[in-house]
Each structure stands twice: as C-alpha cells, then as structure tokens.
C-alpha cells in the first residue's frame, strides 16, 4: 500500500498568514503516461463531509478560493493558503488515487492561533 | 447542483448486514467512477470501494474484500454499498463520493451488541 505521510498534524495560525502543509508518498505517484500526479486535497470543516479542493496535484476544483494552491511532484506535495481566513479552519487530508487502496494522509488540523 | 445523498445506516450487531444507499442527482451518474469512503468517530478517512462508471470493474480495501459489495444502479443514478458480516471496527460514518469529486453528508453505522 502507498503510504501518505502528512505534516505537520496541527497548525495554529493568525487570519492572514499563509500556511503550507506537506504530503509525501512511499512511491511515486507520477504516471508517466500522462505527466499527471494523482494527488488530491481534501477540506473537512467540523460536522460536514470533505470537500475536495485540488486535484491532479495542483488543479483547483471549481469554485475553490484561488488562495489555495496544490504543488509538488512525484513523492514531494504542498498545499498552501495564503491569507488565511477564519472560515479556513479545519482538517486538510491528501489523497493518492494512483493505485488502490486508494490512501489518505492522517490530517493537518488547521487552529486559530 | 451535484448532490449525493445516502440512506440506510443505523445499528445493527456483529455478525449481521446492512445496505447503504447513495441517490445521485445533478450530473451524469452513469459517467463517473463512485466510492465509499468511512470515518470512525474522530479518526481520519478510510476509502472503502471503487465501482467503475459502468459497474464492471470494482475494488476493495482488503479488510472489507469479501464481506462488502460495491454495486451501482446507472437507471436510478444510485449507487450501493452491501455489508455483510459487520465487525465492531466497521463502525463508522460511510460516504458516498464521486470518484475525486463531490461527497455526501455521509450516514452512521454502528456495529455493537
């Protein structure tokens, strides 16, 4: 199984900074097929299901704030928010879709400072 | 609007079975992957199952291989999630999710005697 390993686990930031989270894999998840990284990010406030924020590694869902921005390539990915806003509070999970079980990353929970 | 809507938890004791239900609405259901993906109270998310767009292709996380079946009704836009042999370590919320896409609310399943 490709193991997710996330960091840091918890965040605690002012409104306004930006603030990066990493996600490494035990194997690459770039498909040389197509040059794609299947790689997403998901954002779980408290009480709702997650919603999918970046996919492709870096490509924005529509209707998704373009303070958040997907990077990174093969075993090495960031997400960053800048400017961060109070309603930006939650869980950040990564998940690779390149092989199954497809396996998400334990979570970076994202606190007011 | 993209909407998945589940149906079918409750309690129910080791041992036994239960069916999740997922109405699709807002897209063409019959065009996309669908997963189950759980979540034990205050733990990060687990994905479950995969079906194929047309349904002839699935896939499991091993822990649930021979005990859940992932099915799909393309002319009702529903997808499905049989659970059989249900385990205390099953107990969870299950989501219904378009593959790298929009999620459900999500509905509980408790396994306990």
């Known amino acids: 199984d490709i193991v997710m390993t996330q960091s840091p686990s918890s965040l605690a930031v002012s409104a306004g900074e930006t603030v990066t989270i990493n996600c490494k894999s035990s194997q690459s998840l770039l498909y040389s097929g197509n040059q794609k990284n299947y790689l997403a990010w998901y954002q779980q406030k408290p009480g709702q299901s997650p919603k999918l924020l970046i996919y492709w590694a870096s490509t924005r869902q529509s209707g998704v704030p373009d303070r958040f921005i997907g990077s990174g390539s093969g075993t090495d990915f960031t997400l960053t928010i800048s400017s961060v806003q109070a309603e930006d509070l939650a869980i950040y999970y990564c998940?690779?879709?390149?092989?199954?079980?497809?396996?998400f990353g334990a979570g970076t929970k994202l606190e007011l400072k | 609007e993209v909407q998945l809507v589940e149906s079918g938890g409750g309690l129910v004791q080791p041992g036994r079975s239960l069916k999740l239900s997922c109405a699709a609405s807002g897209f063409t259901f019959s065009d996309y992957a669908m997963a189950w993906v759980r979540q034990a109270p205050k733990k990060g998310l687990e994905w479950v199952a995969t079906i194929i767009y047309d349904g002839s292709s699935t896939y499991y996380r091993d822990s649930v291989k021979g005990r859940f079946t992932i099915s799909r009704d393309n002319a009702k836009s529903t997808l499905y999630l049989q659970m059989d042999s249900l385990r205390s370590e099953d107990t969870a919320t299950y989501y219904c999710?378009?593959?790298?896409?929009?999620w459900g609310q999500g509905v509980m399943v408790t396994v306990s005697s």
């Open positions: 999710a378009r593959h790298i896409g929009v």
């Open positions: 998940q690779q879709y390149y092989d199954t079980p497809y396996t």
